[in-house]
């Protein structure tokens, strides 16, 4: 009956155009129908959504499965609203029902879901919680048969995913039978893996598209600006470099009329966008961004634009990596190193992706060498298909939590504590899971009143729904402000667990392309206060931070050296195309060098060991120099090709012979116990935490947190899972011994060098992360200052008569010489500051001859000096009283130093600057 069925595949797939069955499609259409779980690895383009349902849809159609019979599941909405579209159109040929449930679905819909269930759900992982968590939507479950796990890759390595996961082998348990369950992602390296996550048993098939796409990837590190284009936009952005390689973009867009250009980060994406914009006006070019801060509402009408062909260009982040439907793609434009081949490969996989088509893409990179060869390296494995190893964090502890409390909130007649964890234990994740780590869990829960525990039995509580809705795998971060308090302007943003974290009062940070010194965090605000900030040249070329940015792996960062390697030697196998006189004192990935600039007081460790590699020796280094000289201090910074180290203050040779030597051990710093230690005096334990935190539902979304709080956390269940984090995500401990054996053993040599500036070899390095040169800029800008103070608005009042009169500093400077009444004569114009409606009521008991109580003479006393001071000095009293921050006696002391041959501009600055930092700066608009 089912084979016979197949006539019925082939004419929807004819009346719908899409010819035969393709291969792939075969074969998954022969082990589904068996009732094998599967995990299927094909490009997109390639048809594998096909390939999932129409062996569901047949089976449901045959059988006659009542809704809901299979769950398809996408890790973003968005790819939703494009799915919906295709598997209903499909889906009238076997007479079945889609529809979509998901945070965005209106409630009205919801209703229709829950009278009428559609045979195939299309939804995500959070909503699929919040399904269960619905007795009368759950009750449509009870004939599912099916799942389908969409972008398999993006949920295995996900705390999401892990949910996910988990919660479909608890459901497997309510429903009493194994669901089938199909797997689909576009690339894939570690198999066994994710065989053994959606199916430990034997019941599941690896399905691989057996017509390998074709790729066309070209490295491009453009320098010439001698075309007429290239020098006008030069002109018009004032640097040169960053010109030859927006005209390389519209060279690209004008030859491929649609294309898609992938930045690594949203502020980049944003910036090449307002480039881009700005200057393919002049060539009729249309040009949109698209990234995850930007609006729903946004996305899908940028997405809409470019699929009607009414957008050339379309700067992305990693929002529009999977497989959103945006239409035909001409090229793709990488726009920097993507740092992982798998990146590359998903991104370039975009254009073209019809069946039989080349993916052809264009990497754009600095003249940097290591920029440079690290992109050809990814090109090179990605050509050869040598993808990254995928991996999973084992037995997360965050995702059990929530898990457990959602088992719970289905059982409420309550669930044994044992039986529970015999349950969980038989999961993908959880089969090594101890029970003193369950129980963990489960008094981190009861503690907290998710759950209550009486006899072995949990049981829910009023919390426990509250909890399970508000608790999500997916943690926030809210945005910092940074303002640069000379101009009241905000000159960016950051993160707050960043801010939080690394940041101190004091700290000189790089944004915008200027240096700035940090003068204090407002948690309450997020706003992080700053102010130009003079610095040495060489300072600038070290960035504060990288961010979580995309780890560049081991094998690719090791590759990078040996070819480096092979060119000093001048092998015919490798060809650098400019020959650069500074390669020969670069190290390889047989040499690690250890150079000390002396000018600079920095130890600059030329190490290929890539990102998590080099983190962990940049933590190792600093936990010893911590150890072992507790008072130097020093600033520690890592690249996938460099660890940094520079000293505030002399240091004694001495102190840098112990660091050499703690990298020709490195040995006995990679051992379990060293290497945890480590990790548990890490800024990024602290980061870890602010994310564990979340989806513990410990650490709410959106509220203030503490580098305190943070810290509170490290000895509890948070704590635990977040050292397991960074010693997975944030090192690479595996690689790590791998290095430091070969270390013991000669293979890698360690080099000490000293040198007394730094050399060119050094700036290859430091400027890996491209940081913007800058010149020493002053403290202050008194013009713009000056500005952002006569914008101020203030508000006059006489004390004798009550005349009033607001306006901005400016406009009351222009309306006024004496600062007498214009009213009553009398030299009684008062500013009032801080509370405006106790000031003006105390003014008005004066004037009405009222007794005026104790608590309140000193305001009265205060707005009398603010009229003496008016009076006397004017215009520049005005400007004192009118800076955030200075009271009535500090504008006194201001003037008084005024009047003795101080600068006015100066001085307020200063005393605004002391505001901020004690702490208490309100930020109001006035």
């Known amino acids: 009956m089912i084979l016979g069925g197949l006539a019925k595949i082939v004419e929807c797939l004819k009346r719908l155009g899409y010819g035969e069955l393709t291969t792939l499609q075969h074969e998954c259409l022969k082990h589904i129908l068996r009732g094998k779980s599967a995990v299927v690895v094909a490009p997109t383009g390639s048809g594998k959504t096909e390939a999932a349902v129409f062996p569901i849809m047949l089976k449901i159609s045959v059988e006659r499965v009542e809704p809901v019979a299979a769950v398809y599941i996408t890790p973003l909405r968005a790819l939703n609203r494009d799915l919906e579209r295709r598997l209903s159109n499909i889906a009238t040929c076997f007479e079945l029902s889609v529809a979509v449930r998901h945070g965005d679905t209106p409630s009205s819909l919801r209703k229709k879901l829950g009278e009428k269930p559609p045979h195939i759900l299309i939804t995500t992982p959070e909503s699929l919680n919040y399904i269960l968590l619905d007795e009368s939507l759950r009750e449509k479950l009870r004939n599912l048969r099916f799942v389908?796990?969409?972008?398999?890759?993006?949920?295995?390595?996900?705390?999401?995913?892990?949910?996910?996961?988990?919660?479909?082998?608890f459901l497997e348990k309510v429903l009493g039978r194994k669901l089938v369950k199909v797997a689909l992602t576009a690339t894939l390296s570690n198999t066994e893996l994710a065989v053994k996550m959606i199916s430990p048993g034997a019941d599941a098939v690896v399905i691989r598209d057996p017509s390998l796409r074709a790729f066309k990837i070209e490295v491009v590190s453009p320098t010439d600006c001698t075309s007429d284009e290239c020098r006008l936009i030069c002109n018009e952005i004032e640097n040169c470099v960053l010109a030859t390689r927006i005209t390389t973009i519209l060279d690209i867009a004008r030859k491929h009329k649609h294309v898609l250009v992938f930045t690594n980060t949203r502020s980049l994406a944003e910036s090449l966008n307002y480039l881009l914009r700005r200057l393919s006006q002049i060539h009729n070019l249309a040009v949109e961004v698209h990234h995850g801060s930007l609006s729903r509402q946004h996305r899908e009408s940028v997405e809409r634009a470019f699929r009607e062909r009414k957008v050339n260009v379309l700067v992305a982040t990693s929002s529009l990596e999977l497989g959103i439907d945006i239409g035909h793609v001409n090229h793709v434009v990488q726009y920097m190193s993507p740092r992982q081949v798998t990146r590359l490969v998903q991104r370039v996989g975009r254009s073209r992706h019809r069946i039989g088509d080349v993916s052809e893409g264009t990497v754009i990179v600095t003249d940097n060498i290591l920029h440079r060869l690290e992109a050809e390296v990814l090109v090179q494995r990605a050509l050869k298909g040598d993808l990254e190893e995928e991996y999973v964090v084992m037995k997360p502890l965050d995702?059990?939590?929530?898990?457990?409390?959602?088992?719970?909130?289905?059982?409420?007649?309550g669930v044994s504590k044992e039986g529970l964890f015999e349950l969980v234990k038989k999961t993908p994740l959880y089969g090594d899971l101890e029970y003193s780590e369950y129980l963990k869990v489960v008094e981190f829960l009861t503690y907290t009143r998710v759950l209550e525990e009486r006899d072995n039995i949990l049981r829910p509580t009023k919390k426990t729904r509250l909890y399970l809705y508000t608790t999500?795998?997916?943690?926030?971060?809210?945005?910092?402000?940074?303002?640069?308090?000379?101009?009241?302007?905000?000159?960016?943003?950051?993160?707050?667990?960043?801010?939080?974290?690394n940041i101190s009062p004091g700290d000189k940070i790089i944004l915008a392309g200027r240096p700035w010194?940090?003068?204090?965090?407002?948690?309450?605000?997020?706003?992080?206060?700053?102010?130009?900030?003079?610095?040495?040249?060489?300072?600038?070329?070290?960035?504060?931070?990288?961010?979580?940015?995309?780890?560049?792996?081991?094998?690719?960062?090791?590759?990078?050296?040996?070819?480096?390697?092979?060119?000093?030697?001048?092998?015919?196998?490798?060809?650098?195309?400019?020959?650069?006189?500074?390669?020969?004192?670069?190290?390889d990935d047989k040499t690690i060098c250890v150079d000390y600039i002396e000018e600079w007081r920095a130890v600059i460790i030329n190490v290929f060991g890539g990102s998590r590699v080099n983190s962990a020796i940049r933590d190792i280094v600093r936990y010893t120099l911590k150890h072992t000289h507790p008072y130097i201090r020093f600033e520690a910074h890592s690249t996938p090709y460099a660890v940094v180290i520079r000293f505030i203050d002399p240091v004694d040779t001495r102190v840098v012979e112990q660091l050499v030597n703690t990298i020709r051990e490195l040995h006995k710093y990679t051992t379990p116990e060293v290497i945890k230690a480590v990790a548990s005096h890490s800024n990024a334990l602290l980061w870890r935490i602010y994310q564990v935190g979340q989806r513990f539902g410990a650490i709410?979304?959106?509220?203030?947190?503490?580098?305190?709080?943070?810290?509170?956390?490290?000895?509890?269940?948070?704590?635990?899972?977040?050292?397991?984090?960074?010693?997975?995500?944030d090192y690479d401990i595996q690689s790590a011994r791998q290095l430091a054996e070969e270390i013991l053993r000669g293979s890698i040599k360690v080099i000490f060098r000293t040198y007394s500036t730094l050399q060119k070899h050094h700036l290859a390095v430091l400027e890996y992360i491209e940081i913007p040169f800058v010149k020493e800029l002053p403290i202050l800008d008194k013009s713009t200052y000056l500005n952002?103070?006569?914008q101020r608005r203030v508000l006059l009042v006489c004390i004798r008569c009550g005349y009033k009169v607001e306006g901005s500093v400016k406009e009351i400077m222009e309306s006024f010489n004496e600062y007498a009444c214009p009213k009553c004569g009398f030299a009684t114009l008062t500013?009032?500051?801080?509370?405006?409606?106790?000031?003006?009521?105390?003014?008005?008991?004066?004037?009405?001859?009222?007794?005026?109580?104790?608590?309140?003479?000193?305001?009265?006393?205060?707005?009398?000096?603010?009229?003496?001071?008016?009076?006397?000095?004017?215009?520049?009293?005005?400007?004192?009283?009118?800076?955030r921050g200075v009271g009535t006696s500090e504008a006194a002391r201001i003037l008084s130093r005024v009047f003795s041959g101080a600068d006015i501009l100066e001085e307020i600055y200063e005393a605004e600057k002391r505001f901020i930092k004690a702490g208490i700066f309100k930020r109001k608009q006035a």
């Open 148 to 169: 389908v796990i969409d972008e398999y890759r993006e949920i295995l390595e996900s705390k999401r995913g892990a949910l996910l996961l988990t919660v479909l082998s």
């Open 399 to 413: 995702v059990l939590a929530y898990a457990i409390a959602l088992y719970v909130a289905l059982n409420p007649e």
């Open 788 to 790: 952002k103070l006569l």
């Open 831 to 883: 500013l009032l500051k801080g509370d405006v409606g106790v000031e003006l009521e105390i003014l008005n008991k004066a004037r009405k001859g009222l007794k005026i109580p104790g608590n309140e003479r000193k305001v009265y006393e205060d707005l009398v000096t603010r009229s003496t001071l008016l009076y006397r000095f004017k215009d520049k009293a005005l400007l004192a009283l009118a800076a």
């Open 472 to 501: 999500s795998m997916i943690p926030s971060s809210r945005d910092v402000d940074v303002i640069d308090i000379s101009s009241d302007k905000r000159i960016g943003t950051l993160d707050e667990e960043y801010v939080v974290v």
């Open 700 to 729: 709410s979304p959106g509220s203030p947190v503490s580098r305190r709080l943070l810290e509170a956390f490290i000895d509890t269940v948070i704590g635990d899972e977040a050292l397991k984090e960074v010693l997975l995500k």
């Open 517 to 587: 010194r940090v003068l204090n965090y407002n948690e309450k605000e997020a706003k992080l206060y700053v102010e130009p900030a003079e610095i040495q040249l060489s300072e600038a070329l070290i960035p504060h931070w990288e961010g979580e940015n995309i780890p560049v792996e081991f094998t690719t960062a090791s590759r990078v050296g040996e070819i480096l390697r092979l060119y000093k030697s001048q092998s015919r196998d490798v060809d650098i195309t400019d020959t650069l006189d500074y390669v020969k004192d670069l190290c």
